[in-house]
């Protein structure tokens, strides 16, 4: 695939719009990386979402576990392990007598489609990875699995052809839409010849397994059913994306969480649900929340046609009018405090009055 480079500006068009002919992966400077994927796609490969290493060629001086962090790698300068100078990333032995190192990931969904790629080599200078490739396979049940962690796997295919790296650096590439089209559930990460990679993510859209029974109710909004946190006013301290993960999270880290604000103020994030679907109950988490919890929480949703709605707009339709909230807790809310009405609604708009934190928001409903 040829390669060109994308500029400051064309974000929104190249994410928006849909290739006719273009077979050319495009090149996403780091200051755009966020911009480009983080609008509609999540990490596929992030180990919030309980991915799995299955197996790599080497990992002698830093485990490739550490690849699939969700958190930013760190440095320390200074330390040392057994093996060599500590870092916080993947790096094999010097001299690979094979073309590349490899480390094969089993996706944190059951399957997904690929948007585009990020390698981070943050702390890795001098001994960075100098090229990169991405392959990608569909295979279910143990046995298959069992064959794709192997070395001899013949049935890879070429998701991102190698790609120069350069030395503590975050890397992007958007694959063109005709690249988009195709699910996997295995990734394996090339490394030519050999060195170190800080992080590694997978941007992308998930392929739910969603209930054949349509009156059967699960989470319209998490991430493993589809859904993607899309825009928000603020997210200073922990990230819109980490609302739709699976479980209660471990601290504070793993929630969503806003800077402190003064006078009147409200804080706000868009959710795009996995499926379309008919609401009837919501819960909102604040664990680990304790001093830093909002005081209400207000919920809006509003139908899919039309798209995604702006934080403003008019088509928000109000579920949930402002409930107090607590530290460290589950709220739960269902029956007549929730003004959904047997609608189909494609979106939700959680407000927080007046900021904080909020762990985790569960959107239960059926399909319509």
């Not at 390669?3 to 002919?21: D, F, P, W």
């Not at 994927?37 to 197996?55: M, N, P, T, V």
């Not at 060599?84 to 399957?111: C, M, Q």
């Not at 941007?203 to 739910?208: A, C, F, I, M, R």
Request: a negative charge; proline letters at 5%; charged letters at 25%.
């Amino acid at each position: 695939m040829e390669i060109q480079a994308l500029t400051s500006g064309a974000v929104e068009h190249l994410t928006n719009a849909t290739s006719k002919s273009d077979d050319k992966v495009t090149f996403v400077p780091a200051d755009e990386i966020d911009k480009t994927f983080k609008s509609d796609s999540i990490d596929l490969i992030s180990s919030a979402l309980s991915s799995r290493i299955l197996s790599f060629s080497d990992e002698w001086f830093a485990e490739a576990s550490n690849l699939t962090n969700p958190k930013p790698p760190v440095r320390k300068l200074g330390v040392f392990t057994f093996a060599g100078a500590w870092y916080d990333g993947w790096e094999t032995r010097r001299h690979n007598p094979e073309e590349f190192d490899w480390v094969v990931i089993k996706l944190g969904v059951a399957s997904g489609k690929v948007k585009g790629i990020e390698v981070d080599t943050f702390g890795f200078s001098g001994n960075q990875a100098p090229e990169v490739g991405v392959q990608g396979c569909f295979v279910t049940g143990e046995a298959k699995e069992e064959e794709v962690g192997k070395k001899d796997f013949a049935g890879w295919e070429t998701i991102l052809d190698k790609q120069e790296c350069g030395p503590s650096q975050r890397h992007g590439w958007l694959l063109p839409e005709s690249a988009r089209q195709k699910a996997y559930t295995h990734v394996r990460l090339q490394m030519f010849p050999d060195g170190g990679i800080a992080r590694f993510r997978l941007y992308g859209s998930v392929v739910p397994v969603l209930p054949q029974d349509l009156s059967t109710v699960f989470d319209l909004a998490a991430t493993v059913n589809g859904g993607v946190a899309v825009s928000c006013s603020d997210q200073h301290f922990g990230t819109k994306d980490n609302l739709l993960l699976p479980g209660r999270g471990v601290d504070m880290g793993d929630g969503w969480e806003t800077k402190r604000s003064r006078g009147e103020h409200v804080d706000w994030v868009v959710i795009k649900l996995g499926t379309p679907g008919i609401i009837n109950k919501l819960v909102v988490d604040t664990a680990h929340f304790r001093g830093n919890f909002p005081q209400k929480v207000q919920v809006f949703a509003a139908a899919a046609e039309g798209g995604v709605p702006e934080g403003a707009s008019e088509r928000w339709v109000e579920i949930l009018a402002p409930q107090k909230t607590g530290p460290d807790k589950e709220h739960e809310y269902e029956g007549e405090v929730l003004k959904s009405g047997g609608e189909k609604y494609g979106f939700v708009k959680m407000v927080i009055i007046p900021d904080g934190g909020v762990k985790r928001i569960r959107v239960f409903g059926r399909q319509g």
